[in-house]
């Protein structure tokens, strides 16, 4: 088998609800769509999320078609890690850290789509499962939500059967930040994990200084507290809280999680499938990670529903609130796993 054509479309449209974290308005919704061909019919497809900036899928599009593409015309689609390797060589020139990992990202899960639908199989099953459902949490706590709104959406998600909820914190003053935890809490339950998310606004001092209250008040971790390259900070907050420390969505590549695992910053490992390089990378993170005893926790949901079928560290997937025509419900907290060769995972959101 062999790849004969990559075609690459893209889309982008304002969000109907824009919603906020503590540094961004986040108000489009933007894709990057990949087809791969082969000369055996088999197809494999994906598609890249982009929150903001409506130029963003066009331009990584643009990168795909122009520079990504043409250098795997010809070769096997089975060979997943070579092909990503290739393509880390071609960008290096450039950089591959940031937007060109997005481009492999996309091929890498357009690949693994194909290899599952060639063989008839769901990615789970390739990737030799470990468990039959994942455990899952919804990230619902927008910052543009009053705390009405606040505890209306996270009762719900716990009405749908999640396991737990994380909101957004980083208001202007802490005070602030505890009003809305304490809302959280009496919606959800005493005892149901809550996980809070600051998305790197604040200096090690004032993430210092709120964590220690964010531990007191139970929160199950404290996520992106400080700017994702800051591993001396990311150290110093490890060693002086309890409330372990989640971070990883906004760091590119395997070598950018090795020196945060050796140095002991991190708690929770958290790798986005787009900023990390797809399904394959994150997948020998994930692996890198439980050589260190740290639990892998996804940023986001879809593909990564089979990626944590696998990883013998798995905590949680993060979700959205499940679809309104109820075709997927979840199981003791759980997403149950697709059965559909490749990747299908359009309802894990």
Not at 165 to 180: F, H, N, P, Q, Y
Not at 228 to 248: E, F, K
Not at 291 to 316: D, E, K, M, R
Request: proline content about 5%; hydrophobic content about 40%.
């Amino acid at each position: 088998m062999k790849i004969t054509r990559v075609d690459v479309t893209h889309t982008t449209e304002p969000k109907p609800h824009p919603v906020r974290d503590a540094i961004q308005l986040l108000d489009r919704n933007g894709n990057t769509h990949v087809t791969i061909q082969t000369d055996e019919g088999v197809s494999g497809t994906s598609s890249t999320y982009f929150g903001r900036v409506a130029a963003s899928a066009a331009i990584l599009a643009h990168l795909i078609e122009g520079e990504l593409a043409p250098e795997i015309v010809g070769m096997d689609p089975f060979l997943i890690r070579g092909i990503r390797d290739r393509l880390w060589r071609l960008t290096d020139y450039h950089g591959t850290t940031g937007l060109a990992l997005f481009g492999i990202a996309a091929i890498d899960l357009a690949l693994w789509d194909l290899v599952g639908k060639a063989v008839g199989q769901p990615v789970w099953r390739l990737l030799g499962a470990r468990r039959d459902k994942v455990p899952a949490y919804a990230m619902v706590g927008w910052l543009e939500l009053d705390r009405d709104g606040l505890k209306s959406v996270c009762a719900r998600a716990m009405d749908q059967g999640f396991r737990g909820v994380k909101m957004k914190i980083g208001c202007e003053t802490l005070g602030e930040d505890v009003a809305r935890i304490e809302t959280v809490r009496a919606a959800i339950g005493p005892d149901a994990p809550l996980m809070v998310d600051a998305n790197q606004a604040l200096s090690v001092a004032e993430a210092l200084r709120r964590g220690l209250v964010y531990q007191e008040l139970g929160c199950a971790w404290f996520e992106e507290p400080i700017r994702a390259d800051d591993i001396d900070g990311h150290v110093q907050l490890a060693q002086r809280l309890h409330i372990p420390v989640a971070t990883g969505e906004n760091r590119y590549g395997i070598a950018q999680f090795r020196d945060l695992f050796q140095r002991g910053g991190v708690g929770v490992v958290q790798p986005d499938l787009r900023r990390a390089g797809g399904l394959t990378e994150c997948l020998e993170i994930g692996l890198m990670a439980h050589c260190f005893n740290i639990p892998y926790a996804s940023h986001g949901g879809g593909a990564h529903v089979h990626l944590l079928a696998a990883l013998p560290n798995t905590l949680y997937m993060e979700s959205s609130l499940l679809p309104d025509d109820g075709s997927i419900a979840l199981v003791d907290g759980c997403y149950p796993l697709p059965e559909e060769p490749g990747i299908s995972s359009h309802r894990y959101s």
